[in-house]
C-alpha cells in the first residue's frame, strides 16, 4: 500500500506558465515532506521541503502547499523553464528516518 | 555536492550469478540507503545502516544483503541475481545535522540481469 502518492505520471507546460504537480499521501503521522528533483541518469537532489507546521514553503521559483486536512501537497513552479523539465518526487521520512517515495511525476517543459 | 560514489555504473549479468554494488562516500555521514528505482515505483528502500556494522531492512530486502565495515563503504549484495531485480539502483546518504531528513544521492548502477 503506497503511503505517498503522485497520481500524474506525466505533465506538460508551456514555458512561462505555472507548473503544478499534486502528491498525496496516507499515513497522517507524517510530519515532514520533501520534493526531489531526478534528470535522466542521475541521481535524485533535493529541491524543497516542508514542515506539517506550516502551510506554505516558497524558495524562489518553487513554492510547495501543505493542506494537512486533506493529506495533499502541491509543488508549483513559477515561471516554468526548459531546464526544469525532470521528474520529480514528493517523499515523506519513515521512522528510522528513511525516506517512502511517491512513483514520481515526469514534468516537460515546452519551448 | 556531496562526495557520493557508486560502483559499478552498469552491469549486465546473468540470471543466478552473485552481484555485489559499492557505495563509496567521502562525508563522514552516519546514515547510508540502497534505494532501487523502477517505473511506476519510484524509489523504493531496500536496506539502509545507521552506523559502521549497524544495519536494517527496508520495503524491499528479500534477495539481498548489505555489509557496512566503514563508515565510508555500504556494500549491497544480490546472492543470486533474477531478472526481476534488473533495475537503477540509487546509493544516498545523510548525517540528518542539516535540513531534516535531507538525503544526497549518488549517480545511480544501473544493473541488468539477463
Known amino acids: 500500500d503506497q503511503q505517498v502518492k503522485q497520481n500524474s505520471p506525466s505533465l506538460s507546460v508551456q514555458e512561462g506558465r505555472i507548473s503544478i504537480l499534486n502528491c498525496d499521501y496516507t499515513?497522517?503521522?507524517?510530519?515532514?515532506f520533501l520534493w526531489y528533483k531526478k534528470y535522466p541518469a542521475e541521481g535524485p537532489t533535493f529541491l524543497i521541503s516542508?514542515?506539517?507546521?506550516?502551510d506554505k514553503n516558497e524558495d524562489g521559483r518553487f513554492t510547495v502547499f501543505l493542506n494537512k486536512s486533506a493529506k495533499h501537497l502541491s509543488l508549483h513552479i513559477v515561471p516554468s523553464q526548459p531546464g526544469d523539465s525532470a521528474v520529480y518526487f514528493c517523499?515523506?521520512?519513515?521512522?528510522?528516518?528513511?525516506?517512502?517515495f511517491g512513483s514520481g511525476t515526469q514534468l516537460t517543459v515546452l519551448p | 555536492d556531496a562526495g557520493i560514489t557508486q560502483s559499478p555504473r552498469h552491469k549486465v549479468t546473468e540470471t543466478g550469478t552473485p552481484v555485489t554494488l559499492r557505495c563509496h562516500q567521502t562525508?563522514?555521514?552516519?546514515?547510508m540507503y540502497w534505494y532501487r528505482q523502477d517505473p511506476g515505483h519510484g524509489l523504493r528502500l531496500i536496506h539502509y545502516?545507521?552506523?559502521?556494522?549497524?544495519?536494517d531492512k527496508g520495503e524491499v530486502s528479500d534477495g539481498y544483503s548489505v555489509s557496512r565495515s566503514k563508515t565510508e563503504d555500504f556494500l549491497l549484495t544480490l546472492e543470486s541475481a533474477t531478472s526481476s531485480q534488473t533495475s537503477v539502483y540509487f546509493c544516498?546518504?545523510?548525517?540528518?545535522?542539516?535540513?531534516?531528513?535531507?538525503?544526497?544521492f549518488g549517480p545511480g548502477t544501473r544493473l541488468t540481469v539477463t
Open positions: 544516498a546518504i545523510s548525517d540528518h545535522k542539516g535540513r531534516p531528513y535531507e538525503q544526497y
Open positions: 499515513n497522517s503521522m507524517f510530519d515532514y
Open positions: 516542508i514542515s506539517s507546521i506550516k
Open positions: 517523499a515523506a521520512p519513515g521512522s528510522a528516518r528513511q525516506l517512502t
Open positions: 562525508e563522514n555521514h552516519r546514515y
Open positions: 545502516s545507521y552506523g559502521v556494522k549497524d544495519t
